[in-house]
């Protein structure tokens, strides 16, 4: 069935926003049209910057006011562009509801969880009180899969996880019962695990109340496992369109392709063909030894183990990849390494120096063999400071070089990163993310160290960026030969660099091995649930991954 | 396949070449940071060049001019007295070219204003940042202290100090010590809370991780990023000395006649202000230009200090919403 025979809810015709100035140039959607069908999932996809926020956004008059629209947006029949406001308000929360990507952000933390759906049903249904008021808030509750409703309605945001505030977020947009959601990056704060859940909550309501929904995002795994229909974004144009099985196998524009193999793939699962050959050197003396390492936070006076007797070693010339949700503790392995928070007990040695007794001057020496680089770009360069200045700091600290050596340096890492030289002396706020995070990586390679620490280094970036640094820093790791610490939460992203993979779950390794064969064929439940709960840019395999995940999560 | 890359395609970067645009540039294209600047380097000027100045009409702030006095003993004539000889009038019951009186009180109410600062600049700068960073034990005693010199009641403490001090103790320098001694504590607790945040941030993890000693990330993390700040307290810190000085000469305990101030002039004056409004009207203009010049340039400063906003100077980028910012850079990298 395709769209064009129902009715559509939400009609989008030659839509266009344009901020600030005059002129075509400041056109940040251009001509944008569609049509959203009652129970169907129509997904706008795009990288940073392409208009599709924008253009949601636009369909609930929520723009600030300097933005320009023109066009048509029809719900029901009825004109948005330009409607009153009292009009708008009626739509927003009544006849559309949505759903925002920070569900941490999204709810006032003073209120009780219950209370605030109360208020967003009351706007719209003022003769609703009560009894019949908190009736209606746990049947919703209950609705979007909190059976706990009672508890939920009662609770604080701060008392509730990441996945089950997006469920009350859910169920605070459904509460008028809308004809349309729009779901703005719904799961892109959230862990896989708690994303899949998610997605199967919206692909229900899609089926069960017909509710049609907009899913704005820029995951293409999120788009093959829940959208009907895609529309593909480019700075504001719309590239592509169609269903989405058509698109994802056979991409018209250039764009959508060089999207979906930017993309870094899974593979399937149980296929343990690919057997790792591992890299010269690696059974040499480990770089990095942790043999029952335990990092603890000491919060409100009780200890908390965010760390708890990890074991594992990285080999000279090894990519070890490091695994695991939020609050897995992976970030935190990495800090101990370099001296950042102490190790409480247990051993933990880098470059045969081990942590727990070394002096000052031997951890700073440690420090100078090892390359670190964050998951913020835009945060780990000081924004007063000259790229150059940035670059050279490691060589100020632990080398005797003069300021020309270290320009020369400079300019030679710049080329290595594939920046040109004239970078040195632009600062931060001059580069787009990619680039930065280039700029770290040449900072973090500039000693020449032995182990490079990747802390989630793409997860910031757009899947095309992404995947260029990723060829950057498989490159210059072939070239160089460190051993490297990548911390991810992708497991895609983990099984294209990575020799091993260490699988971290609430501060215990639950799983290591050659990445292939623990990708592959994971040993562990845990691992497995990880796996499934990923989504590929594959609407067929997705199927078949989200029924595999289905019975892993009813055994649980 | 080729993956779309950003770091591409050097030559259609040149366009926007880099480099912070010179300073002074950057304060010209400011009206108001001009205007600012104009004022003080007047008064500045005016205070460095007092005795030649007044020499132009033959006047200086200690010669009495009876003959200028009616029999009351205020000024003769329109406006307090003002002549071709007596710009600004004269002083009621002495007859002194107030003119004068201004121009050499700048010199006392500038100096020490700056000088107060400096001193409590340098001392909150010390103790906010290294109490921002350290924090433990150190912190918290050095957040105590600030707590209680903001309560002190330090008017009455440098009253009475005055009287303690011996008098062969130059004022000037007393005053400018006191004054700094009671004004760090604001200096700090600005510092420390931005110390606070800055901590956070990923770049001086970073710094620690790559090794750097407290001494590195203190100095060239951390300072370049307070900078801004401080300079902008200080020039809004410079007036507010200046008026500290008049309050502390209003009441007596400044700095003792006949040396020529603001602070004494304004003090005086508002006994005379129903007879002779003019005796008030040039000090305390003077006292109002060079506040609203120092906090006017302080602002344009900070503006052209800041990285940042050094190089957006158009209206769209001050309303534009960081979306349609993001999507024009985005242009430019992936074009």
Known sequence: MSPADVTPVLSVRDLSVSFGGSGEADRVVDSVG?????????????????????????????????????????????????????????????????????????????????RQIAEAIRVHRRGLRGAALRARVRELLTSVGLPDAARIAASHPHELSGG????????????????????????????????????????????????????????????????????????GVIVESGAVAAVFD????????????????LGALGDATEVATPRSGADASPVVVLDGASVAFRRRGTAVRAVDGASFAIGRGEVVGLVGESGSGKSTIGRAL??????????????????????????????????????????????????????AEPLLLHTAQSAAERTARVRELLAQVRLPADFARRYPHELSGGQRQRV????????????????????????????????????????????????????????????????????????????????????????????????????????????????????? | MSAPTDAVDLSARGGTASGRLDLFTQLRRDPWALAGLIVVAVFVLAAIFAPLITAINGQNPYDYNLHALDSSGAPKGWGGGIS???????????????????????????????????????????????????????????????DVLLGFPALIFIIALTAVVSANFPRPVLIVLVMGFFSWPS?????????????????????????????????????????????????????????????????????PPPTPSWGRAIGTSVQWFSTDPGYLVFPGGALFLITLGLNAFGDGLRDALDPRTSRRRGILHRIAPRSARTHGRQRKVTA
Request: proline residues 4%; aromatic residues 6%; hydrophobic residues 50%.
């Open chain 1, 34 to 114: 569609f049509d959203l069908a009652p129970g169907r999932v129509l997904a706008l996809v795009g990288e940073s910057g392409s208009g599709k926020s924008v253009t949601a956004m636009s369909v609930l008059g929520l723009l600030p006011e300097t933005a320009r629209v023109s066009g048509s947006v029809r719900l029901d029949g009825r004109e948005l562009v330009g409607a009153a406001s009292a009009e708008l308000r009626a739509v927003r929360g009544g006849r559309i509801g949505t759903v925002f990507q920070e569900p941490m952000s999204a709810f006032d933390p003073v209120y009780p969880i219950g």
């Open chain 1, 164 to 235: 089950q505030l997006q469920r009350a977020m859910i169920a605070m947009a459904l509460s008028c019962d809308p004809v349309a959601i729009i779901a703005d990056e719904p799961t892109t704060a959230l862990d896989v695990t708690v994303q899949a859940g998610i997605l199967d909550l919206l692909r229900t309501l899609r089926d069960t109340r017909g509710t049609a929904i907009l899913l704005i995002t820029h995951d293409m795994g999120v788009v093959a496992d829940l959208a009907d229909d895609v529309i593909v974004m480019r700075q």
């Open chain 1, 250 to 265: 056979s991409p018209a524009s250039e764009y959508t392709r060089e999207l979906l193999a930017a993309v870094p793939s």
């Open chain 1, 338 to 391: 370099v001296g950042l928070v102490p190790v409480a007990s247990g051993h933990a040695s880098v470059a045969g120096v081990e942590l727990g007794a070394a002096g000052r001057r031997e951890r700073r020496r440690v420090r100078s063999r090892i390359g670190y680089v964050f998951q913020d770009p835009a945060s780990s360069l000081n924004p007063r400071n000259t790229i150059g200045t940035s670059i």
């Open chain 1, 440 to 556: 770290a990586i040449a900072r973090a390679l500039a000693l020449e160290p032995e182990l490079l620490i990747a802390d989630e280094p793409t997860s910031a970036l757009d899947v095309s960026v992404q995947a260029s640094v990723l060829e950057l820093l498989e490159e210059l790791q072939r070239r160089h030969g460190f051993a490297c610490l990548f911390i991810s939460h992708d497991l895609a992203v983990v099984r294209r660099l990575a020799d091993r993979v260490v699988v971290l779950h609430r501060g215990r390794v639950v799983e290591q091995g050659p990445a292939a064969a623990v990708l592959a064929a994971p040993a562990e439940a845990y691992t497995r649930r990880l796996l499934a709960a990923a989504p590929v840019a594959d609407p067929e395999a997705q199927a078949a991954r989200r029924e595999l995940w289905r019975e892993l999560e009813a055994v649980r």
């Open chain 2, 84 to 146: 071709w000889r007596h710009w600004f009038g004269v002083e009621p019951l002495t007859g002194r070219d107030l003119f004068s009186i201004v121009v050499y009180g700048g010199r006392l109410s500038l100096s020490v204003g700056v000088l107060a600062t400096l001193v409590a600049v340098a001392i909150g700068v010390l103790v906010g940042l290294t109490a921002g960073y350290f924090g433990g034990w150190y912190d918290r005693v050095a957040s105590r202290v600030v």
């Open chain 2, 187 to 255: 200096v700090a607790r600005v510092v420390r809370g931005q110390v606070l945040s800055l901590k956070q941030r990923t770049f001086v993890v970073a710094s620690e991780a790559m090794g750097a000693g407290d001494g590195h990330v203190l100095w060239r993390q951390l300072l370049p990023n307070v900078g801004a700040t401080i300079i902008v307290y200080a020039t809004i810190l410079v007036p507010s000395m200046i008026g500290f000085e008049a309050a502390l000469s209003f009441l007596g305990v400044g700095v």
